[in-house]
T-cell receptor, first 108, second 113 residues
């Protein structure tokens, strides 16, 4: 079952914050976050393995609410380099299923 | 070294051609994956190899044939493709088949004419 991401697209000015949500109708065992720039391969950002887990990577962090079957990715003080499409991936039955993606555009 | 390499970068083939896509990793990963990605869509899993054995085939048509000659190499053999098979084909690897981060190669942009 494909996780659902929201919003589908976000346009920000440099320095603004954004939140991308990922939810599933099935129980989540882990959530992966990837960023893909246009014409490039997806790049791993972080993985959350336990409910309540929070992780950070520079100014990008994420949380995982196991009970609500959702995860959120937080981008603070966004930089131009953060532009791209963000995918969450939910792990189940030994395979990763990606959400439909959230396109993030950062303008100067 | 966290690099996954793929060749060729671009491929144009006719519907009667036979071609192969190649993927290589030297991270000692034991799981390797093929994904297909259409424009503005997420990657869709095609095949998973774990310890050089095919463990998942996502009901992919037989015109796509995967092969894992050794733990570092993954091939995707293509035969009698259709124009709708045109897409970006991504290879990825991970330490194991479970909840491990996947490292993606740059992909092969395939066009079927």
């Amino acid at each position: 079952q494909q996780p659902v991401q929201s919003p589908q697209a976000v346009i920000l000015r440099e320095g603004e914050d954004a939140v991308i949500n990922c939810s599933s109708s099935k129980a989540l065992y882990s959530v992966h976050w990837y960023r893909q720039k246009h014409g490039e391969a997806p790049v791993f950002l972080m993985i959350l393995l336990k409910g309540g887990e929070q992780k950070g990577h520079e100014k990008i962090s994420a949380s995982f609410n196991e009970k609500k079957q959702q995860s959120s990715l937080y981008l603070t003080a966004s930089q131009l380099s953060y532009s791209g499409t963000y995918f969450c991936g939910t792990q189940g039955a030994q395979k990763l299923v990606f959400g439909q993606g959230t396109r993030l555009t950062i303008n100067p | 070294d966290t690099e996954v390499t793929q060749t060729p970068k671009h491929l144009v083939m006719g519907m009667t051609n036979k071609k192969s896509l190649k993927c290589e990793q030297h991270m000692g990963h034991r799981a390797m994956y093929w994904y297909k990605q259409k424009a503005k869509k997420p990657p869709e899993l095609m095949f998973v190899y774990s310890y050089e054995k095919l463990s998942i085939n996502e009901s992919v048509p037989s015109r796509f044939s995967p092969e894992c000659p050794n733990s570092s190499l993954l091939n995707l053999h293509l035969h009698a493709l259709q124009p709708e098979d045109s897409a970006l084909y991504l290879c990825a690897s991970s330490q194991g088949r479970g909840s491990n981060e996947q490292y993606f190669g740059p992909g092969t942009r395939l066009t079927v004419t």
